[in-house]
């Protein structure tokens, strides 16, 4: 009764969740064709849609470093908040993942100005981009992950899928999305930046990995199929085993969200700042990330602060980087540990790899990426 019970709130709860979200659908037109307008100047009024400001978010945070090197350019830059959620709010969880953000941040129900250039950012905020086609002159769509493989095959699924065919003008963070775009989409055209790195935050560390009596995992993980949470919970009880056998002790740092995974040996470190992120990284002797769809900005993190990094082969890893630049694993616990104990065996790899993946990132840096985007901006007619 108490689980029938349960489940009932649980239904009803996201239902009414759902309904809220998704209302933009009530005044969407699918027949309506967008219009495309720039009048060509040095300068340009840009507006990011955002569908919501939350804290700790790898995706927000990209989108506030674009934006403040698009100011740092000469342009005028505005996030709306398309939640509506209280500005001071926004702006507190916007100066958590990037405190020295450039631009303004106001609501969707309060902008009453027209902007030169907006730029959708999520699948739901393309549905209120085309919408409001009037207040944006040119319409772009910033596509940071394909997001139709975040649901399974149904409405969200397809709904998100559309997009893609609105007629906005996209540019892909790195070139999986724009593959996978391609590839389920014939005569479409997707500019790409390349996948970067904040190096003024995430310096590239010299450092020797060393692993004896301790083996220390930082790991990244979200309740959200791409970061697989059901498969590294598996992985790491199979390693606790076999490190066990070693004699190693096993630490397990996850990060990422405040989920206990109940084995003795993982700690729940949840949602971190950049500089205690650093700290976890420094102190740790592997990292292990799941980009099952577009790669992590963590991976790069990782990367950039000496850690060497598992990714798992089915991902989007593969696309960005080769196999002597991370450590490529099958999705499987018992791949997982068979590589872990390899580079255990073979610490000078180890290190060859670290070395290997720094040089790979060290050219990819967000105000590189940030100037190929704003060189697309500068180009438009």
């Excluded at 702006?91 to 009453?112: C, H, M, P, W």
């Excluded at 014939?186 to 390349?194: F, G, L, Q, R, S």
Aim: contains cysteine; aromatic residues 14%; glycine residues 6%.
């Amino acid at each position: 009764m108490l689980r029938k019970l349960l489940r009932t709130f649980y239904h009803r709860s996201k239902t009414e969740e759902s309904k809220k979200r998704y209302s933009f659908l009530q005044n969407f037109d699918p027949k309506h064709k967008i219009s495309q307008k720039i009048n060509k100047k040095k300068s340009y009024t840009i507006a990011f849609l955002l569908p919501g400001l939350p804290a700790y978010s790898g995706g927000i945070t990209g989108i506030f470093r674009l934006g403040t090197y698009l100011s740092d350019f000469g342009h005028t830059v505005t996030y709306i908040d398309c939640s509506n959620s209280p500005v001071a709010e926004s702006k507190n969880n916007a100066r958590i993942n990037f405190e020295s953000y450039k631009g303004n941040i106001v609501t969707l129900d309060s902008i009453q100005e027209v902007f030169d250039i907006g730029i959708c950012t999520l699948w739901d905020t393309a549905y209120i981009l085309k919408q409001y086609d009037q207040t944006f002159g040119y319409k772009m769509y910033f596509i940071q992950d394909f997001e139709p493989s975040f649901y399974s095959l149904g409405d969200l699924y397809f709904l998100c899928r559309r997009t893609y065919e609105f007629g906005f003008h996209m540019i892909s963070l790195g070139a999986w999305n724009a593959q996978k775009i391609r590839d389920n989409f014939a005569n479409v055209t997707v500019d790409t930046i390349e996948f970067p790195i904040e190096t003024k935050v995430y310096e590239v560390a010299n450092r020797e990995i060393k692993i004896d009596k301790k083996l220390d995992l930082a790991i990244f993980i979200k309740l959200e199929p791409k970061r697989a949470p059901d498969l590294i919970p598996q992985c790491l009880i199979l390693l606790n085993k076999e490190m066990q056998k070693r004699g190693i002790d096993l630490n397990c740092w996850i990060f990422g969200t405040d989920i206990s995974l109940g084995m003795p040996f993982v700690k729940s470190v949840g949602m971190l700042k950049h500089d205690k992120l650093q700290e976890l990284y420094r102190k740790c002797q592997i990292g292990i990330v799941a980009s099952y769809t577009n790669i992590s900005y963590v991976t790069f993190e990782m990367m950039a602060s000496g850690l060497p990094v598992i990714e798992f082969k089915d991902g989007s890893a593969p696309s960005f980087f080769k196999s002597e630049e991370l450590i490529l694993v099958d999705t499987s616990p018992q791949d997982f540990c068979a590589q872990i104990n390899y580079y255990i065996d073979h610490q000078d790899l180890l290190n060859k790899v670290v070395q290997n993946g720094q040089q790979a990132i060290q050219n990819r840096t967000w105000e590189a990426s940030a100037k190929v985007f704003n060189a697309v901006i500068d180009s438009l007619k």
